[in-house]
């Protein structure tokens, strides 16, 4: 569990998304009792207005398939809150069949990472003046140690569409935007960190009937830890008393881990990453030879 002794956050202001349920719900249910002001942002209205009320929340709506929604959601946001002292970029989600968003991206590397980044990025000015420094967390899993990225085809067009493959793809680059965000602000107050939550019983696996299947069944009740357990984490790294220990940072569950070697340790490559990112997402001029 987290320690008693995390800090209250009364004061403060939290945005979570993906906070409709899982992980993300318990999350705003367990700032908010810290004393948080949290922006609960989910996909689901009828779900994010319920988490909302039963918190005392303000709720905001985004859809991750579209990065017009995650325009809007920033300059609601920017509009709503005078301070943002924590961004839990938490919404994610794995797809069966390859699935093309109509700002013409892969599903899962669109909602998994450059949503959040363009999210993240948006807020930065936010983020940065707020007084006492502020937090990016992001959610991360184990699964990004099978990841593999080719800077030419982040969208994977070019192979055969596996959604495993994608989803561990799209949480290397979660781990890559971390290190490389934690770099580009240092000295700012603003620190970044990542986590895995553990094998947690959430509907990130929502549009596979299998996944859904194993998830509620009574096995994977008892094997999976529970949207309790998976928030902890993100609590954690919310309440640590130095978040510069922690900058850059990525957890497996409670307990700092070593970045396993490879890609995730490319420190060329994370910059490449945030460049390529930073043109699909239209935060800087696309050059004039790509398609």
């Not at 094998?199 to 069944?217: E, K, Q, W, Y």
């Amino acid at each position: 569990m987290v320690s008693e002794k995390v800090q209250h956050l009364r004061g403060k202001t939290v945005v979570i998304t993906g906070a409709s349920s899982g992980i993300g719900a318990e999350a705003a249910r367990r700032f908010s009792e810290l004393g948080a002001t949290v922006a609960v942002v989910g996909r689901s209205a009828q779900k994010t207005e319920a988490v909302a009320d039963r918190i005392g929340g303000r709720p905001h709506l985004a859809d991750y398939s579209s990065l017009d929604n995650v325009r809007r959601l920033a300059a609601e946001l920017l509009s709503v809150y005078e301070r943002i002292d924590i961004l839990a970029n938490n919404a994610g989600g794995m797809f069966t069949t390859r699935t093309v968003s109509p700002d013409g991206r892969e599903m899962t590397f669109q909602v998994n990472h450059l949503a959040p980044f363009l999210l993240t990025n948006l807020l930065l000015p936010r983020l940065t003046a707020t007084p006492g420094g502020a937090r990016v967390i992001n959610t991360a899993s184990m699964y990004y140690r099978k990841g593999r990225l080719n800077l030419a085809d982040l969208d994977g067009f070019r192979r055969r569409y596996r959604s495993r493959q994608a989803y561990a793809a799209s949480k290397l680059a979660t781990v890559l935007f971390t290190g490389e965000f934690a770099r580009r602000v240092q000295g700012t107050g603003v620190t970044a960190s990542c986590f895995h939550p553990g094998a947690v019983a959430t509907d990130v696996g929502r549009d596979s009937p299998v996944l859904r299947f194993a998830m509620n069944s009574s096995l994977g009740r008892a094997v999976l830890s529970t949207p309790e357990q998976g928030a902890e984490p993100l609590l954690h790294l919310a309440t640590v008393d130095d978040p510069q220990a922690v900058n850059g940072a990525y957890f497996d569950r409670l307990k700092h881990g070593d970045i396993a070697p490879g890609q995730a340790r490319d420190l060329e490559l994370a910059r490449q990453l945030w460049d390529h990112s930073a043109q699909l997402t239209g935060l800087q001029p696309r050059p004039s030879n790509t398609g």
